[in-house]
């Protein structure tokens, strides 16, 4: 008996040691919602309040943690929208603005096969630290979020603006990445942002989730 009781106890302690791993999963920092969004989320939100006027039915269904207004409310912060924001916790900030077809070419730009897509990711960085900023320490991947299709880098002069270079502190600046995609993976993406600066790695951040975007490509 005592036995038995002993290993029930061990097993508490390591269920109660793994929870407490897991309520404090680094972050890399949060997200800042476009207001558009926040503002119709916020409009279109039912009262669950003790003074809602819902019937009971109404309210499981709608104010229950598991609706999906409760869902989304949840979104983890590093699940973006186009046009979201993801404020690192050192102050530098990465907006993603736009998913658009490639309409217009250079002359020795890469056009792509009949049954690919050509898109351009526009995005914003924002350095809110107290450092110039080496735009080389971000990576950025494109992948498709319909079928999980592959994308492909493209080289494109016309329009575009390559990272590279050092951001000032206080300055935003707007960048470009091309890809193409198979017209079969259809047109939703995931665009991810990743960090490899010598003190993101060397202070851990590095290991919370990278922040992600979803959007179409239009």
Known sequence: MHTRTAALATVAVLAAALTACGSNEPSQGKAERA???TSSSAASSPDCGPGSDLSQADWVEQ???DSPSAAADE?????LAVGDTFAYTDGLKVKVDSFRI???WGEYDDKPDADQTPFRVT???TNGTK???DMDSFGYDAQGATTGGQTEFLYVDKG????AGRLAVGRSATFTAEYS??????NEVLFTMSRSDDAWLENGSFLGDDPNWTGTIK
């Open 181 to 186: 995609i198979a017209k079969s993976d259809g």
């Open 123 to 125: 995005f914003t960085i």
């Open 35 to 37: 207001a558009s969004a």
């Open 131 to 133: 450092k110039p900023y």
């Open 63 to 65: 104010c229950a943690s």
């Open 75 to 79: 979104q983890p912060d590093t699940e």
């Open 160 to 163: 575009s603006k390559q990272m």
């Open 102 to 104: 490639v309409t217009s």
